[in-house]
């Protein structure tokens, strides 16, 4: 339990630490943000402001991890998703970057290189000898719905739509860092209290996998605290896509090596409003001529009527807990019986 706490406070001092003269070479190297012509107005000061943040909270998560992980098949995958999709992220920026547009990589490659990601993915879960693998557990029902080859169909779906959900949240300033902060610790908890009820007599005795799985959480949290302290408004740096679509891998990480896939719709319920804004959107304006939002992602019809950022970035932090509060409850009366 120690090396968790240590995990976390060591990414989280490294990203502090380093963040200054990071986001000092990312000024040199005028790797500034391109603002969509179509974006809120106010975006346009931000136009320039340093990005790909996210490489910062990777690499001292990954500091963190590997060097106190027991190198587990648990949380060597998650580490993967987050280590994987942060790349695609990186290729997604670089590319905007290098053509000075604010569109990187096109849908097409996007999810080409993540149905690579979910394929690696769900071999390290085979590999993994995790319980019920092809099934998903209903909670509330004490149904499995085994889904047999089309699990690893499933798994793409789960990392395509949590990589790209947050990717979508990042639009306000702390808004994707501090509701993933919030979604990674309801996961590290569920790790920490499963790796507790696999022997609460003898500590020496207890599932090592679990514990493996609340490191990457602990690492990446305190990797996204040090970053958020630097992301909070006004920005000094964002994270960009190499953030987003990292921390995204990660929760769908989480669910899929936890076998609660079906919690991230909670845990993940901040992610999944942005994105639903997003297709009803698009859906309303494609059949009825119509928006049903001043702009979507939804945070943005919020700054269109007027929200400042900091407000729209707290309440969705509330919003967020409220959901990840119920998440864990559902956790915690339905799936830890599964996961001792």
Not at 36 to 50: D, L, S
Not at 208 to 233: Q, R, S
Request: glycine share 10%; net charge positive.
């Amino acid at each position: 339990m120690t090396r968790v706490l240590v995990a976390g406070v060591v990414a989280g001092v490294i990203s502090i630490l380093a963040g200054p003269r990071f986001i000092a070479f990312l000024r040199r190297k005028e790797l500034g943000q391109q603002i969509r012509e179509e974006g809120p107005a106010g975006h346009v000061v931000k136009q320039g402001t340093p990005t790909m943040g996210g490489v910062l909270i990777l690499v001292a998560a990954s500091i963190a991890f590997f060097a106190l992980s027991r190198y587990k098949l648990t949380g060597l995958t998650v580490i993967f998703v987050t280590l994987s999709c942060g790349a695609i992220g990186f290729l997604d920026d670089f590319t905007k970057l290098t053509h000075k547009r604010s569109l990187g990589l096109s849908g097409r490659w996007k999810l080409i290189l993540l149905a690579l990601v979910a394929a690696g993915a769900g071999y390290l879960a085979h590999r993994a000898h995790i319980e019920h693998q092809t099934s998903v557990y209903v909670p509330g029902t004490a149904t499995r719905v085994n889904l047999g080859w089309f699990w690893y169909v499933f798994v793409f779906i789960v990392i395509a739509g949590a990589a790209n959900g947050v990717n979508l949240s990042d639009g306000v300033d702390g808004l994707a860092a501090g509701t993933a902060i919030i979604s990674l610790f309801t996961f590290t908890t569920m790790a920490i209290v499963a790796f507790i009820r696999s022997n609460p007599s003898h500590a020496a005795l207890r599932d090592p996998n679990k514990l493996d799985l609340a490191l990457v959480g602990a690492a990446l949290i305190g990797g996204a605290i040090g970053f958020l302290w630097y992301n909070a408004f006004p920005a000094e740096v964002f994270m960009g896509d190499t953030g987003s679509m990292a921390l995204g891998g990660a929760l769908a990480g989480f669910a899929i090596m936890t076998k609660t896939e079906l919690l991230l719709l909670l845990i993940g319920g901040v992610y999944l409003v942005m994105a639903l804004s997003v297709i009803i959107q698009v859906l309303s304006f494609r059949y009825f001529g119509r928006r049903v939002f001043l702009m979507a992602p939804i945070h943005h019809h919020f700054e269109m009527k007027a929200w400042s950022e900091t407000k729209i970035m707290v309440r969705f932090w509330i919003v967020a807990g409220i959901l990840c509060a119920a998440g864990f409850a559902l956790f915690y009366r339905y799936y830890l019986k599964f996961t001792v």
